[in-house]
């Protein structure tokens, strides 16, 4: 069961995100479809009959739906440098009243950690060209196992955050450039 775990976790952010790019909020109704997708995308009937499908599918529903309603966009890559980047399942930023939102789908058992999305809102950040202490609110929302993390981060937070990934930027950079002269 555990060998289709990431290809389930892709196939229901592929999911997600079509129903976030068009605004379709997920029902109960649309569980069928999305067992439907699994099945048609390779995952044998056993292997969902033996997941728990109905927490997997209420925890993607809360998802779609809330990123919805805080007019997020899904999947959008975060891009820092060539060593620090990444994607975001669900992201908004209000230049308006300065807040920036972070949302983050988890469908496998390994329990998530907020410092990913520190790390996303920390790219955020150094990629626009935000100051932290700019910001007046910050939400980053793990969905995992049928709960929500919440965190607000702190622009103090954040900062240290920022600091030692510019820190270890740098370093990868400076080891990258020692390998290119010893060739």
Not at 13 to 26: E, L, P, W
Not at 144 to 167: C, R, W, Y
Request: glycine content about 4%.
């Amino acid at each position: 069961m555990n060998a289709y775990a990431t290809d389930i976790g892709t196939i229901l952010h592929d999911v997600a995100r079509k129903y976030i790019q068009h605004g379709f909020k997920m029902t109960r109704n649309d569980k069928k479809s999305v067992v439907l997708e699994l099945l048609e995308r390779g995952i044998p009937d056993r292997v969902i009959d033996h997941i728990d499908f109905d927490a997997i599918f209420l925890n993607l529903t809360t998802f779609i739906n809330d990123a919805i309603a805080y007019g997020m966009s899904s999947e959008v890559i975060l891009y820092y440098s060539d060593n620090c980047f990444g994607t975001s399942d669900a992201i908004v930023f209000n230049e308006r009243d300065m807040s920036l939102r972070i949302h983050d789908l988890k469908t496998g058992a390994t329990k998530a950690h907020i410092e990913q999305l520190m790390i996303y809102a920390v790219i955020f950040c150094l990629e626009y060209k935000v100051r932290p202490e700019d910001l007046k609110m910050v939400e980053l929302r793990i969905y995992q196992n049928d709960a929500v993390l919440v965190h607000n981060p702190s622009a103090q937070e954040l900062g240290v955050f920022m600091s030692k990934t510019i820190a270890r930027d740098q370093q990868l950079n400076e080891i990258k450039g020692k390998e290119v002269l010893r060739r």
